[in-house]
């Protein structure tokens, strides 16, 4: 009988063990990761507003493992070795194998700016989304007793989707996070500070601006062109003037670090030939110099053959790299050979808040209110895809109605 770790239960990971459970063979799958349930790590940011409690972005992976097939370990993956086909958990416990797909999903870069992990908050998870809003709540119910100016200042660093789609939630939240404080909506400040002047390049500039305007009407400020220099304490340094390099200081008692991500540690841990956490795969999403090693989602890096860059590090991507990750893996175990992984973008949808998204289907742009109706389309999609009917039912969104 061969032996498949499946090593992470985000996007990816469930998405190959949803297929490879679904198939026959002769084959006993071990999954691993360090929660015991999986989370939409695309609806982080509604936890880190307080829009969404956890428990509606988690499963509990026992829901989705069969028994007779599967066994889930709940452990720190620590390093993988490619050579001796085996895997070291921080319990202690390792595990041989003789297929892994690898799916550790990502972490919240810093770019080596000083005072990032000291001095900014991440999301990068449940436990440190829900940091944030227990930060945002506490700096709040400290104004009452303070009345300090800066506890009503979010700073946002990074208008990415992730930042994008969190200050939308923070919108959302804001007359309830003004109250706690005693203050009325207007006073509190919300800033997101950015990089480059054109944002969200992957949108025409009609659709970013739509996204943009609609923030700035509802009171968000954008420093943009301003990229973060440096975070001390309740501080974003920024450079104000690219030709002098003169820098700005604004002060806010919570900073909110949204300014990309790479993947797992442990892909440099083990050697495997990285950048940022991501490996370069073979078009059958292998690694290059072992067949028996999948690398899918936010630690792989496959190339866009059109533009000779990477695809982005999408929920999208990493379920389609899952699932053709455990296609792949069966046409092995059975002798065939399939065709190369390929990758057709649907879109991409930012929600803004509950009621607002935009974004591209296919080739339509899509706006506001309706386009939230397909936000929640695509969440429920890809939350069927990993955790099928029961979770759809149990989490699925369908306020569509509002
Ligand atoms: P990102 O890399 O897409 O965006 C990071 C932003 O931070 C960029 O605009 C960049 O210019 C800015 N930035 C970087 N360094 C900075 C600095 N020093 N100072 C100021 N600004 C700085 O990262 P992300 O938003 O975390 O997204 C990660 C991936 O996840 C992307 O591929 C994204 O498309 C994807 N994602 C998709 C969705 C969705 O489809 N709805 C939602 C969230 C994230």
């Not at 982080?44 to 066994?71: C, F, N, R, W």
């Not at 104004?143 to 919108?171: H, R, S, W």
């Not at 820098?247 to 440099?268: C, D, H």
Request: hydrophobic share 40%.
């Amino acid at each position: 009988m061969k032996e498949i770790v499946i090593l992470g239960a985000g996007y990816a990971g469930l998405r190959a063990l949803h297929r490879l459970q679904a198939s026959k063979g002769d084959f006993h799958i071990t999954l691993v990761d360090r929660n015991n349930y999986h989370y939409e790590a695309t609806d982080l940011h509604e936890v880190a507003a307080g829009t969404q409690l956890k428990e509606k972005i988690t499963y509990t992976i026992s829901d989705v493992v069969k028994p007779s097939v599967t066994t889930f370990i709940q452990a720190k993956v620590e390093t993988i070795n490619r050579e001796a086909k085996t895997v070291t958990l921080d319990n202690g416990q390792v595990l041989n194998y003789d297929y892994a797909i690898v799916s550790l999903g990502f972490r919240s870069e810093s770019f080596g700016i000083t005072g990032v992990e000291d001095n900014a908050l991440e999301m990068v998870d449940i436990e440190s989304a829900e940091k944030v809003y227990r930060h945002i709540v506490g700096q709040m119910q400290d104004y009452n007793k303070t009345q300090n100016p800066d506890d009503l200042k979010i700073v946002v660093c990074g208008a990415g989707f992730t930042g994008i789609e969190l200050l939308g939630a923070l919108i959302e939240s804001r007359a309830a996070l003004a109250k706690i404080a005693g203050v009325s909506d207007t006073q509190l400040e919300i800033y997101c500070v950015e990089a480059v002047t054109r944002l969200l390049p992957m949108f025409d500039e009609d659709l970013a601006d739509y996204g943009i305007s609609s923030l700035k009407n509802w009171g968000i400020k954008f420093l943009t062109g301003k990229p973060i220099k440096e975070i001390r304490p309740n501080t974003v340094i920024y450079q104000d003037d690219k030709e002098t390099g003169t820098t700005k200081e604004l002060s806010a008692n919570t900073i909110i670090w949204t300014t990309g991500v790479s993947g797992s540690q442990v892909m440099e841990a083990s050697g495997f030939s990285q950048r940022r956490g991501r490996v370069i795969v073979s078009d059958n999403l292998t690694d290059s110099d072992f067949d028996n090693v999948y690398i899918v989602g936010d630690v792989s890096a496959f190339m866009n053959k059109e533009n000779n860059r990477p695809y982005p590090t999408t929920a999208q991507v990493a379920l389609k790299m899952g699932d053709y990750a455990a296609k792949h893996l069966l046409a092995q175990l059975r002798g065939n050979e399939i065709e190369k992984f390929t990758f057709k973008s649907l879109g991409s949808v930012a929600s803004i808040g509950n009621t607002h998204a935009f974004g591209m289907v296919g080739k339509s742009a899509v706006k506001g209110y309706p386009a939230s109706f397909v936000k929640k389309a695509i969440m429920d999609k890809s939350l069927f895809a990993t955790g099928g009917v029961k979770e759809v039912l149990a989490k699925g969104r369908f306020d569509l109605y509002h």
